[in-house]
């Protein structure tokens, strides 16, 4: 596992159906509210599978707006695609446009990924609008983790509309990664 995150943290070794396993009592009376001490305790620990456990906790909670700054705390630290992809659709349900288009122009890689991810599997209620406004805030940027993440959004998107990813595609010049991304099901 830790080889497979190119040695970026350590690992227990427990797949993930034995994760979930292990955590879902600890989980089971945490279904309706963030538990942030909970996550916080999770982000803190060295082996990754304690920040998945609070990634699926965050899947399964009720978030906001006000939710969006500590969340952001989270994508910043111990940063790498698997938990940052894993933060996305959550984020997505608490953030508002307005967020997304801040989190879109980061500083931080990670952040304007979470960003691009965030409408993810949203099909026809995606806000084309802003997902072409933060996808074009981020071409040209030669990094493979944006460059890998427009791709996907559009690869989905492209699920729901494909003559709008086609039509975007042409009309903006994307890395050859994002084209061959956005392109499987086209």
């Known amino acids: 596992m830790s080889a497979y995150m190119?040695?970026?943290?350590?690992f227990l070794g427990i797949p993930?159906?034995?994760r979930r396993a292990a955590a879902k009592e600890v989980l089971r009376g945490r279904r309706k509210v963030v538990d942030r001490e909970l996550v916080e305790e999770c982000w803190a620990a060295a082996e990754r599978e304690f920040q998945y456990v609070a990634c699926d906790h965050l899947r399964d909670v009720s978030l906001g707006?006000?939710?969006v700054a500590w969340l952001r705390s989270l994508v910043v630290r111990k940063s790498w695609w698997d938990t940052v992809d894993a933060l996305a659709?959550?984020?997505g349900r608490a953030a508002t446009a307005e967020q997304m288009q801040i989190w879109a122009r980061?500083?931080?890689l990670w952040v304007r990924r979470?960003?691009?991810l965030h409408q993810l599997g949203r099909k026809a209620d995606t806000d084309v609008v802003l997902l072409?406004?933060?996808i074009r805030a981020n071409l040209g940027s030669s990094e493979f983790f944006i460059d890998k993440a427009i791709g996907w959004a559009l690869r989905e998107y492209a699920k729901t509309a494909p003559g709008w990813v086609r039509d975007?595609?042409?009309?903006h010049e994307v890395s050859a990664l994002t084209r061959r991304e956005a392109s499987k099901y086209l």
């Open 6 to 10: 190119r040695g970026q943290f350590p």
């Open 16 to 18: 993930t159906p034995a």
């Open 65 to 67: 707006p006000g939710d």
């Open 89 to 91: 659709k959550p984020i």
């Open 106 to 108: 980061d500083g931080d």
């Open 114 to 116: 979470v960003a691009i």
């Open 132 to 134: 072409a406004e933060i």
């Open 168 to 171: 975007f595609l042409a009309a």
